[in-house]
């Protein structure tokens, strides 16, 4: 019985949350500011080829609106909750695989890395499933190396928001708040990577997205009292 209820829960999100979000983001104001291309450039119009999307496990909500209908490969981790938030991936139109480094991450890298070579946009959210939070795990490192994408940070500043009590303080922007993307600069990972360079690309993943952020941050807050 509670495996039943605990499905229909799941196809309710699966079928309502795309609306209400849709609903959510209609009220927002957006900005993006980019040191290569504005978001939707480089969805609609691939001046890079197909990229590795990498944020912040807390700020996927309006990304994965903003990615709507792309087709885009996103990788969510087999724990219960994941499943709600891949049901809503699904229903915009986008591709889940899941896996983690504690479940089924072997056969997930596998799946991404094929799905990469086939042309197809991947995104990853590198201090997923579980944290720490904001520490980028190697794992999209790896990706970009074995594909052969280049990885394209992005930042997410609101400028207000709930914070649920999660480990990540998975964010939730606030009907008519501002919001801010900062879209930094490619990451392009060398095939032949040692394990001992990988430690420092993903250092640098790390530090970026971090200074995305902070900078998105600031700009939305800003923005806000102007």
């Not at 056969?107 to 991947?122: D, Y």
């Not at 998105?216 to 923005?223: D, G, V, Y």
Request: glycine fraction near 10%; charge should be positive.
């Amino acid at each position: 019985m509670r495996d039943y209820l605990e499905e229909i829960k799941m196809t309710a999100v699966g079928l309502v949350g795309p609306v209400a979000l849709g609903l959510l983001c209609w009220t927002l104001r957006m900005e993006e500011i980019s040191e290569t291309r504005s978001l939707d450039k480089v969805l609609r119009q691939r001046p890079f080829g197909n990229v590795i999307f990498a944020f912040w496990h807390s700020t996927q909500l309006v990304l994965g609106y903003k990615g709507r209908g792309q087709g885009i490969h996103v990788l969510i981790s087999q724990h219960r909750d994941g499943e709600y938030i891949a049901r809503v991936m699904r229903s915009m139109g986008n591709d889940v695989i899941r896996g983690s480094s504690s479940r089924g991450g072997i056969k997930a890298m596998a799946s991404m890395v094929r799905a990469g070579k086939r042309g197809h946009f991947l995104a990853v959210t590198p201090d997923g499933p579980r944290g720490p939070r904001e520490k980028a795990q190697p794992g999209v490192i790896f990706l970009a190396k074995k594909t052969g994408q280049p990885i394209l940070p992005v930042g997410l500043g609101y400028s207000n928001c709930w914070r649920l009590p999660s480990w990540d303080e998975f964010r939730i922007p606030k009907p008519f708040s501002r919001v801010v993307l900062c879209i930094g600069e490619l990451i392009r990972v060398p095939p032949d990577l040692s394990d001992e360079e990988l430690e420092s690309y993903r250092d640098e993943l790390e530090k970026t997205l971090n200074r995305l952020t902070t900078e998105a941050e600031t700009e939305a807050e800003a923005q806000a009292q102007a």
